[in-house]
Each structure stands twice: as C-alpha cells, then as structure tokens.
C-alpha cells in the first residue's frame, strides 16, 4: 500500500500550515508594500486623470445620452455620498500593496493599467454621459468642484466600478488564500458596495453605466488571475506515492 505525501516543487517538505488565519503573512505584506503602492497608486492615478479629462474633452465625436432607468429613479440624489466615492483612490491601493513579490506587484499593476487604457480607449471611440438636470449648487463642500472638474462625459463604462471590482476580487483572493476571517472580508465587500453605490447617488453614473464597469472590471480580473506569476497563486507542489 502507498501514502501520499505532499512535497514542494523544489524536492524539500512543507512546513506543516497552521488551521487558523495567517495573520503574520498579512502584516507583513501590508508593511512591505505600504511605501510602494502608496507611490505608485499616486502616481498613475495622477497619470490616468490627464488622459481621462484630454479624452472627456476631446471625444472622437459627439458624446451619447445613457438612458436612465427605473432604479435611476429610486436611488435618491446624495451629495454626502462623495465622502465614499473618493475613497475609491485608497480602495485602489490595497490590491498592489497585498503582493508578494516585486513581480506580482508589477504584473498586478499591468493589467490594471490594461484595464484603464480599455476603458479610456471606450470614452474616445463610444463617448457617452449623463444626464445634468442636477443643480450645481447644494452646499455640500467640495460637489461643485468635482462638477466644475470631472463632467459629465466618460460615463460607460463607469471606471470607478471597474477598478473597484478589479480591487474586489483581486483583495478577496488574497484573503481567502490567507485564510482571514469573514469578518475582515465582508469589510472588502462592504467597502466594494459603498463605493458602487456612491456613483449612483451622487448621479455621476447610471446604472447601465455600473453594470458595463462590473462587467469590465471582472473581466481583467479574470485575465489577472489567469495570467500571473506562478507564485502569486501559491506554492508549487508536487505530489509523489511514496512506499509507506
């Protein structure tokens, strides 16, 4: 009769994994990655809105009307809802910074970028907005502005929902593989949630436009965890029948 024994890739046996949460190895990757991720995110953030407002201002031609539906209609007008649709720029970082090598890093950041430069590539060729029947004045620090800067062009797909799915189930994959508890993931989803509906109340997006992001979003997310560097998956194995 023979026993399986489980072996790394490399010829030398695992160190036998604790049942509970890593908590260790998610420290350490939030301290190693703070400094990297907080320069880079700051970075092509501030790269991605010069080409987002050149592209707003200047479309391949005329921008089109996105329909407005019935549940449109129901999500109340909520200028305090800009608290949340700003935190989508830390939201960002939190994916890049969970990644274990310089490698993941970078490739994590590559698709992200593939994913912008989609949805950039859309506005010019497919310019389409929203609605303006909202009033710009509402007393609520710092609306106006967002107005003044960011229009109401580059509306579908919504990248505000694109790259926070992409950062959804990207963060959702680590902490699953970490073996965190539920707890900290519902925190993930909730943080997701909040800022999808934030581009709805503050009628910077429709629906059709949170559903064409979603869509987009999950697709590089999808690429991105197919077409990654063999350790961000986790250690290779290989399992041998050993005589027993």
């Known amino acids: 009769m023979a026993r399986t024994t489980t072996i790394r890739a490399d010829g030398s046996a695992p160190a036998p994994e604790a049942a509970g949460p890593r908590w260790s190895e998610f420290g350490t990757l939030l301290r190693r990655g703070f400094i990297r991720t907080t320069v880079c995110t700051s970075l092509l953030t501030g790269l991605f809105f010069f080409f987002y407002f050149g592209v707003?201002?200047?479309?391949?031609?005329?921008?089109?009307?996105?329909?407005?539906?019935?549940?449109?209609a129901k999500i109340a007008f909520e200028p305090a809802a800009l608290l949340l649709y700003v935190t989508l720029w830390v939201?960002?970082?939190?994916?890049?910074?969970?990644?274990?090598?310089?490698?993941?890093?970078?490739?994590?950041?590559?698709?992200?970028?593939?994913?912008?430069?989609?949805?950039?590539?859309?506005?010019?060729?497919?310019p389409t907005r929203?609605?303006?029947a909202i009033?710009?004045?509402h007393g609520f620090p710092g609306f106006d502005a967002?107005?003044?800067?960011?229009?109401?062009?580059?509306?579908?797909?919504?990248?505000h929902v694109a790259v926070a799915v992409f950062t959804l189930v990207r963060v959702e994959g680590v902490m699953r593989g970490l073996r965190l508890p539920w707890l900290l993931r519902s925190f993930n989803a909730l943080w997701f949630a909040l800022i999808v509906y934030s581009t709805l109340a503050t009628k910077q997006h429709v629906v059709l436009d949170v559903l064409a992001g979603a869509l987009l979003g999950l697709a590089f997310a999808a690429m991105s965890l197919r077409w990654r560097p063999p350790a961000a998956a986790g250690a290779k194995f290989a399992t041998l029948a050993l005589p027993s």
């Open 91 to 126: 939201y960002v970082g939190v994916g890049p910074g969970l990644q274990h090598s310089g490698r993941a890093f970078g490739v994590y950041w590559a698709w992200l970028c593939a994913l912008c430069v989609t949805g950039l590539a859309i506005f010019y060729l497919w």
């Open 146 to 159: 967002l107005h003044r800067i960011d229009e109401t062009g580059n509306a579908c797909p919504s990248m």
């Open 56 to 72: 707003q201002r200047h479309p391949a031609h005329a921008p089109l009307l996105m329909p407005v539906t019935a549940l449109d």
């Open 130 to 132: 929203v609605p303006s």
């Open 135 to 137: 009033a710009l004045t």
